[in-house]
């Protein structure tokens, strides 16, 4: 078994422009139709996964998180007869895909600041509690809603 770590299914397919910032000091996880989900919340750039050192088992629970929330996500956008419910799985708190994003970003946390960025439809009205816990959300953000340290959820 090799020590190395493989972060394939986190690179994107195509040349894009990545975080250049001297220390990354937060992450924010979402979806924006490319594999890597990592992005530095100050600047909106994609991480290079391999700046991070993640191991493999982060790599894979990224991966397949994404993989999920992408589909539904996907079948949202399409705004055909799976929209409402796509819509629903992605708001839900009890959901899979949520619960996962809660967990990874939780865990990311001990190593760096990470925050899972929760679908927010733009005809809702704009969310000032925490969809996860409910709290209220910190709004002294750069972008967004608001944020909530307790859950490493952003809006």
């Not at 299914?9 to 975080?19: G, N, R, S, V």
């Not at 991480?47 to 996907?74: H, P």
Request: glycine letters at 4%.
């Amino acid at each position: 078994m090799s020590d190395t770590t493989n972060y394939d299914k986190l690179k994107p397919f195509t040349a894009i422009e990545y975080c250049e910032c001297p220390q990354v000091t937060e992450l924010l996880l979402v979806y924006m139709h490319v594999d890597n989900p990592i992005y530095c919340y100050q600047c909106k750039k994609d991480v290079n996964v391999e700046r991070l050192e993640l191991a493999q088992s982060e790599v894979d629970e990224l991966a397949s998180c994404f993989s999920t929330y992408g589909s539904l996500y996907e079948l949202w956008m399409d705004s055909g007869e799976y929209e409402d419910w796509a819509k629903t799985k992605l708001l839900d708190r009890h959901g899979q895909v949520n619960k996962a994003g809660v967990a990874i970003a939780k865990s990311l946390s001990q190593k760096i600041p990470t925050y899972y960025w929760w679908f927010h439809d733009a005809d809702d009205a704009d969310p000032v509690n925490c969809p996860n816990c409910d709290t209220a959300l910190n709004t002294d953000v750069p972008n967004g809603f608001g944020k909530c340290e307790l859950c490493c959820v952003a809006i």
